[in-house]
Structure formats: C-alpha cells, structure tokens
C-alpha cells in the first residue's frame, strides 16, 4: 500500500468517478483503475461498488476512508514540516438547507483558512440530497432541521444510512417578511393573520414529502402556495408580493439586505437545527473549522444553543 493509492482514492472519491479523477490527476482511466484494483487486492477488500450507472463506496470503503484522510493530512504535515513543502490543497464540501446564517459561516472559515490552494463546495439544497450527499461521501456535513414532526422519519433514514445528527441550536418559530408587509409591524403572528398572504417554501423535487419541508406546518392548508428553488428568489417574491416563509428568525442583513425581517410566530413548536456526518468518518479539521464558525455565527441570534 502505497501514499500514491491513497491520494488516487480520496481522489475518485472527491470526484465521484474514476474517469473525472483520472482527468484531474492527469493520468489514464485504466491506469488508475488499475491502481485502485491492486490496492483492494493488497488489503483484501472491495472499496467500490461498480455498476452501469457509476461507482458507489461499499461500507469497506467508508470505513477506509477515514483512516486513508488521516494518513494522508498527516503525511502532508510532515512534509511540511521536514521537506518545506507547500501544504496540500485545502478540500471541504457541504450540503445544506437554505440558511443564510450557513453562508456566513462558510464565509467566515473561507476567510479564516490558511491555505495557499484551496477546493471547497457549499451546495445548498433539498432535504433528501443534503442526506445523499453526506450518505455518499459526496458531502462532508449536512446542516438541516428537526422538529416534533419530521423527527422520527428523519433519524430513521439516517440511522439506515449509517448517519448521526447532531444539534446545534434550539429556535422559536419566525415568519420571514418583506419591511413593507403589514405583518412586519406587529409584535408577533399567528397562523391566523397569515391566510391572506402567499406562503413561499422550497421545492423538494421528487421527493416533496411533508417530512422533507424545509419549513414548518407544512401539512396545514394555505389558499395561496408558490414553490421556489433557491434563497434569492423566495427573498424576491417577500418583496414582491407580500410573500412570507417560516425559518428559525436568523436573518442576516450582510447577505439579504435590510429590507427582509423576521417576525415571531405564536405556535407551540420549536426548530432544531443541526448537521449530520457519517458515522465512520472521522471531520477532517477544515470540516471542524466550519463547524466552529457555524457556532459563533448562530450564538449573536436568540437561540438556544445546544452541546
């Protein structure tokens, strides 16, 4: 087993395919290919499931892959350290909801990484992706919510995929409004006095279940619904016309202006936002960084922080 077979592992695992891995590492596909056979065949066991539709890790290959992370990071700082070489690329991927406060975290550790290369990847997206994306390595962490309703659906699909979530921080209920709506002079809101007023929520796609919502009460009826796809439309469509969305109350005027705030809803309900890995997986410390700026980002709201 050789450093060189770990790098050509992580490496078609950052890529998702051997042909994309082989490009970016400018050697062959069978090449490569070759590489990775004689090393499952050195350590005895399947790192890939092949099929017509691409390569998946098996649960070997997860558990392998954290070990080969290590190996690597810590090959890297010793050559750092005793041959002064450049340190390696920095890599760091994360899939989440539609959270603004997620973005100035990712904002912040971009900021704060001290690296001359770096590849990092935000996606922000559906509910079951962000939990295929962690699922399949294809993301590091996950950052989504729970609440009394989604809860048991959502810890039975990460626990059949090897997943754990872990809180961050505890939030009352807000609507998201436009400074110019009515609604966004009083104290508080109930479902009531939101009836007249088109209710904005991201599109789940395929899978546009009830416990995949990104918003709560997303059972309860509404005479006017608009699906979106992403932050700066459903932002729009507040100002537009007169649109709301509920979310965690954690608005932030660096990313969204100051012309969207965040009005408490009267229910009897809570928001638990948290982020998800894979349990065989040890963070890699550009992962923890991020985690660590998501905290401090989070602590300057009224919440509830959790751990």
Known sequence: MTLQQLKYFIEIVNCGS?????????????????????????????????TPKGITLTMDGVEFLGYARQVVEQ??????????????????????????FAVNAFVNMVKKTNADEYEFTLRET???????????????LGILYMN??????????????????????????????????????QEYVTPEDLEEYPCLSFDQG???????????????YSKKTIRVSDRATIFNLMIGLNGYTISTGIVSADLNGDNIIAVPLRIEDTIVVGWIAHNSIQLT???????????????????????
């Open 18 to 50: 051997i042909n994309k891995a082989a490009e970016s590492l400018y050697i062959s596909q069978p090449s490569l290919s070759n590489a990775v056979k004689d090393l499952e065949a050195e350590i005895g066991v399947e790192l890939f499931n092949r």
């Open 75 to 100: 090959a890297s700082l010793l050559e750092q350290r005793y041959l002064s070489k450049k340190p390696t690329r920095r890599l760091c991927s994360i899939s989440t909801q539609h959270y603004a």
């Open 126 to 140: 559906r509910t079951h992706e962000i939990i295929e994306d962690v699922k399949t390595l294809r993301s590091e």
């Open 148 to 185: 009394p309703f989604n809860r048991r659906v959502l810890e039975k699909l990460l626990r059949e995929n090897g997943l754990t979530f872990h809180p961050l921080f505890t939030a009352k209920p807000h609507i998201f409004v436009s400074t110019l709506n009515p609604l966004a002079k």
């Open 206 to 220: 395929e899978n546009n279940s009830f416990y995949f919502s990104e918003e709560i009460l997303s059972t309860a």
């Open 285 to 307: 410390k550009q992962a923890m960084m991020y985690l660590e700026e998501l905290k401090q980002v989070v602590s300057e709201y009224d919440v509830l922080m959790d751990g």
